[in-house]
């Protein structure tokens, strides 16, 4: 089975817009372990728009916590660009895998694959690094601009696994036969599968059926907006019930 990692930025930001601790980010997250997720992802970045640096701590400690009270592990993944602050935060937290992505601080989200071989030194050092560390690296790939240049690059790199950026796929399901063959040529290198972005409740599984030994795919703003649709009845009819005076 495919493990669904829940991003939880978007509840960061959420919280964020009153300055408040409404909705508790640690809370949201101790539920959703309590529902069956088994991993956590977050991207906090440099300007803290959503996910702030003591929450990296905060959310350690309760996955941490959880884990060593008892037999079901649950993952934490940390993703972001690979800059001298973030390496450090994730060397100091050790998190199960960290996700590495190409964007720069100004970018809104993830949107990009990396160019392995204009990076190839850059990477290969910072792979090493995390391997040395314990923690499984994940790099961002474009279907799209893959080729054997940028293959060959990969398996000098040798991160533990690549995360297919999925957006192509979300906009059209045609391109999947283009995921599937580059997810097969990237399971030649003895390099595992994730997936991520725009995946959603209408997409999600013909993609994770169609695409081999998909290991994980991490979802936050579709999850986010799906429950809120899904759950509103329920806070409607809750709020009718206490404002009816019968």
């Known amino acids: 089975m495919t493990t669904l990692s829940v991003n939880v930025n978007k ?6 817009a009153r300055g408040s601790n409404v ?7 101790a539920d959703l ?6 991993s956590i ?6 300007d803290e728009r959503h996910i702030k640096r003591n929450d990296v701590y905060e959310l350690s400690k309760l996955i941490k916590t959880h884990n060593t009270s008892t037999s079901e592990k649950i993952e ?35 949107n990009a694959g990396w160019d392995f071989e204009a990076n190839k030194d850059f ?3 910072i792979c090493s690094s995390l391997k040395a560390s314990d923690i499984r690296s994940s790099l961002f790939l474009d279907p799209f601009t893959f080729d054997t240049t940028q293959k060959e690059a990969l398996k000098k790199i040798a991160p ?25 040529e990237i399971l030649t290198l003895n390099i595992d599968l994730n997936a991520g972005h725009d995946l959603n409740l209408e997409n999600i599984h013909l993609f994770a059926t169609t695409i081999p030994n998909l290991k994980e795919v991490s979802i936050g703003h579709a999850l986010v907006c799906e429950s ?12 009718h019930q206490k404002l009816t005076h019968d």
């Open 11 to 16: 509840i960061a930001t959420l919280r964020n």
């Open 23 to 29: 909705p508790n980010l640690c809370k949201v997250t």
């Open 33 to 38: 372990i309590s529902y069956g997720v088994k």
């Open 41 to 46: 992802t977050i991207h906090p970045r440099p």
């Open 76 to 110: 934490f993944n940390i993703e972001g660009y690979p800059s001298t602050d973030f390496i450090s935060l994730v060397s100091e937290i050790k998190p199960d895998q960290c996700t590495l992505v190409p964007d720069g601080p100004d970018v809104i989200t993830s």
């Open 123 to 125: 990477l290969v050092k």
């Open 160 to 184: 533990d696994r690549i995360e297919l950026y999925t957006e192509s796929y979300a906009k059209d399901i045609s391109t999947l036969k283009k995921y599937k063959a580059v997810a097969e």
């Open 228 to 239: 809120l649709y899904k759950g509103f009845k329920t806070v409607i009819d809750s709020y």
